[in-house]
């Protein structure tokens, strides 16, 4: 099975600021690796899939980069707004889900 | 707008089974692929599996002694139901619908489900 590792598990970063996340697999996951913001009692969305395709309507301040085993999701400007929790999800071998990044603003 | 919603009972019994269903307006279950996630407490989630267009079912091994997901075309519902729950089985459930390729593009908001005696 894959193993993802997101780190960092908390963040706390200022408006404006430039936010990384990022996602480790166990083995090459070629593109398939997507972010996901979710907000406090909100359902999941998907902000980026196959690594750096922004989905539909979302904000081109969030951008996903990486291959094989190391990607990252950045937020170029933080805004208030994008305080939530984000995770990945692999889908080139099944479906395994990163642990999750809490962010807040400072 | 495409849009997903879970319902069900917050309270299962050890060894019974829990029964959810996903509501979906907007778009048809009999395109794409629809399926159910769920996040323990703690936050960790696990991908449970999907049934799709055709009704051919896809599950997590770990669960595939326990999980069936079906669904009714006609009320455009998709069903989860996971036999002999216990208390580890208790986590926020979640439908969600696949895009081409894999991602979740579209989720429910979840409910939250105990299993207590």
């Known amino acids: 099975d894959i193993q993802m590792t997101q780190s960092p598990s908390f963040l706390s970063a200022s408006v404006g600021d430039r936010v990384t996340i990022n996602c480790k697999a166990s083995q090459n996951i070629n593109k398939y690796l997507d972010w996901y913001q979710q907000k406090l009692g909100e359902a999941p969305k998907l902000l980026i899939y196959?690594?750096?395709s922004l989905h539909t309507g979302i904000p081109s301040r969030f951008s996903g980069s990486g291959s094989g085993t190391d990607f990252t999701l950045t937020i170029s400007s933080l805004q208030p707004e994008d305080v939530a929790t984000y995770f990945c999800l692999q889908h080139n071998s099944g479906w395994t889900f990163g642990g999750g990044t809490k962010l807040e603003l400072k | 707008e495409v849009q997903l919603q879970e319902s069900g009972p917050g309270l299962v019994k050890p060894s019974q089974s829990l029964s959810l269903t996903c509501s979906v307006t907007?778009?048809?279950?009999?395109?794409?692929?629809w399926g159910w996630i769920r996040k323990f407490p703690g936050n960790k989630m696990e991908w449970m599996g999907y049934i799709s267009y055709s009704g051919s079912t896809s599950y997590n091994p770990s669960l595939k002694s326990r999980i069936s997901i079906t669904r009714d075309t006609s009320k455009n519902q998709f069903f989860l139901q996971l036999n002999s729950v216990t208390t580890e089985d208790t986590a926020t459930y979640y439908c969600a619908r696949y895009r081409y390729g894999g991602s979740l593009d579209y989720w429910g908001q979840g409910v939250m489900v105990t299993v207590s005696s």
């Open positions: 196959n690594t750096n």
């Open positions: 907007g778009y048809s279950i009999t395109s794409n692929y």
